[in-house]
């Protein structure tokens, strides 16, 4: 019974299917995965390749978390093309974990583990330390209070590893952006990049513990160490835009 009230208190998302893909959303107004049919690996949304460009500043990292599941397309990005790092998702609504399979999100393994659970509780008492957190832990209202809140990303600092980043998804169009863009530039100082989508409608939000978002600043974009050709095809437009992010001028807090 507990379970079952406990499940009661998360919104249910739904599945709509096209003929060449499906996707996972809490309204039908907005979008919360998309997964193409006949290459479910693939990062369909550009917010997600953008994400990746972690790689450019640790292109063979040991092990990740991600906060939010959704319908799994940096989990299974990273299972398939990272086959050396230890990746753990945290997602909190039990509905979303249940569409796992329609999303075809690997079972978990050795390397490989989705737990449900609070992210904001889970970055607060980490299993360990990471090299990499992926922030994209969104419900039917939005970005949660306990998942953009100072606390929240002075937690997410602490339990990176030394030189580690921390990348969140967020909606440029959301009331308070700002404000949640300038809580991470608190958390970890001047060490924070901002690339937005060619349709502001995202912006990524890369943030490193240490020096490591200084490092490819000139030259072309290069695919990072060991990563497979058709893993780097995908993410170029992404490279792309962090490295012009990184060459403009930056703006103050």
Request: proline residues 7%; hydrophobic residues 40%; glycine residues 8%.
């Amino acid at each position: 019974m507990p379970d079952r009230l406990e499940s009661a208190q998360h919104v249910k998302p739904f599945v709509y299917e096209s003929v060449s893909s499906k996707a996972l959303h809490f309204s039908i107004s907005e979008i919360q995965s998309r997964m193409q049919l006949n290459d479910p690996h693939a990062l369909n949304l550009e917010y997600t390749r953008t994400m990746m460009g972690f790689l450019l500043f640790k292109p063979e990292p040991q092990n990740i978390a991600m906060i939010g599941l959704g319908g799994g397309s940096l989990a299974k990005f990273c299972h398939r093309y990272l086959p050396r790092t230890r990746l753990q998702v945290v997602e909190i609504n039990p509905h979303v974990i249940a569409l796992r399979d329609e999303f075809q999100v690997p079972p978990d393994d050795e390397r490989f583990h989705v737990v449900r659970g609070d992210g904001a509780h889970f970055v607060r008492h980490p299993p360990g330390a990471f090299d990499v957190l992926l922030l994209d832990g969104f419900d039917h209202h939005g970005l949660p209070a306990r998942l953009s809140s100072q606390r929240f990303y002075d937690d997410c600092h602490a339990a990176l590893q030394p030189g580690g980043i921390m990348v969140a998804n967020l909606h440029f169009g959301h009331s308070l952006y700002e404000m949640h863009v300038e809580r991470i530039r608190r958390s970890f100082g001047d060490t924070v990049l901002v690339v937005d989508d060619d349709e502001r409608s995202n912006s990524v939000v890369f943030a490193s513990k240490g020096r490591a978002l200084a490092a490819p600043r000139s030259g072309p974009v290069r695919r990072p160490t060991g990563l497979d050709a058709a893993a780097a095809d995908q993410l170029i437009g992404g490279f792309a835009r962090i490295v012009s992010a990184l060459k403009a001028p930056r703006v103050g807090p």
